[in-house]
């Protein structure tokens, strides 16, 4: 096998971070599903994550470059017979010199899993539309790593909350939700709530109107004498969350003719006369 430096294109002083960016480029390009049926790119692949499994276990990394091991992991040096059977050597009380080794790599391995870990709990944020984020859905990602990934919206999702997206070669990757605020709604808890306009004479007299919701419009009945502020409940037109809905509220907001109407200026001012009624507390005397 060539030298895996050389493989991944990288300098021998690369970071770990480098290093990862050089071998997720070159798998996005020679992944065999990229490439179906050829062969020869399927063995560039095999090489490169070879290379890869190498040089990202920290503790091989540096056998490697002490000339421990060869580019395919193989020891190399005293820890063979000349024969090429290899060499058990004792450390310590009787303790074999291959297990502890083997021991030391394990644990290197495990450390490299844990810093990979670390690094991939850092999340790329991303932005979903109000409606999207309460019914749910599908939409495609561009990754911080270049690659472009179809992710899930769960329904009720939240702004701060986290999408796990697992990949077993180029490591997992968080996104951190970011809902955008919508013109007409706004949520709380499962609870949509809206304002709509109504005219005087539809609160007056009463009417049936259309009201949007995060899953289409519905024809509400304003009842007779509504006033601005008034709330309407529509069961079941929230935001649906493990299987339970919440509700929508109407919140009605009464608004005048513009321009002003002549003809109901002079029915109030004849109205007004004769029935006068109170909507503001009087001021407490200075």
């Not at 480098?18 to 020869?40: C, I, M, T």
């Not at 949007?212 to 419009?217: L, Q, S, Y």
């Amino acid at each position: 096998m060539r030298d895996p430096y050389n493989v991944l294109g990288v300098k021998r002083s690369s970071s770990e971070e480098e290093l990862k960016r050089a071998y997720r480029r070159l798998a996005k390009r020679l992944h065999p599903d990229v490439n179906p049926g050829n062969g020869a790119l399927e063995q560039q692949f095999k090489e490169v994550t070879a290379a890869y499994d190498l040089l990202s276990d920290p503790a091989q990394r540096q056998r490697y470059d002490r000339g421990e091991i060869d580019a395919a992991g193989k020891e190399r040096g005293w820890g063979f017979r000349p024969s090429g059977a290899r060499a058990e050597r004792p450390a310590g009380d009787g303790v074999n010199f291959d297990s502890f080794v083997q021991e030391i790599l394990r644990r290197g391995r495990r450390a490299a899993s844990t810093t990979t870990e670390a690094e991939a709990a850092a999340p790329q944020q991303i932005h979903v539309s109000f409606l999207d984020a309460a019914k749910g859905g599908k939409r495609r990602v561009e990754l911080a790593d270049g690659r472009s990934v179809t992710v899930t919206i769960p329904a009720g999702i939240e702004s701060g909350q986290k999408l796990r997206l697992r990949d077993s070669e180029a490591g997992d990757a968080f996104l951190e939700i970011e809902v955008e605020p919508h013109p007409l709604f706004t949520r709380k808890d499962r609870d949509v709530h809206v304002e709509i306009p109504v005219t005087v004479t539809e609160a007056v007299l009463g009417a049936t109107i259309t009201v949007p919701t995060v899953h289409g419009a519905v024809a509400v009945k304003v009842p007779k004498g509504s006033n601005t502020g008034s709330l309407l409940r529509l069961s079941g037109k929230g935001i649906g969350v493990a299987g339970k809905a919440g509700d929508q509220y109407v919140r009605l907001r009464v608004v005048l003719p513009d321009p002003p109407d002549p003809e109901l200026s002079a029915f109030l001012e004849h109205w007004a006369a004769g029935h006068p009624y109170q909507v503001r507390s009087k001021p407490d005397p200075a």
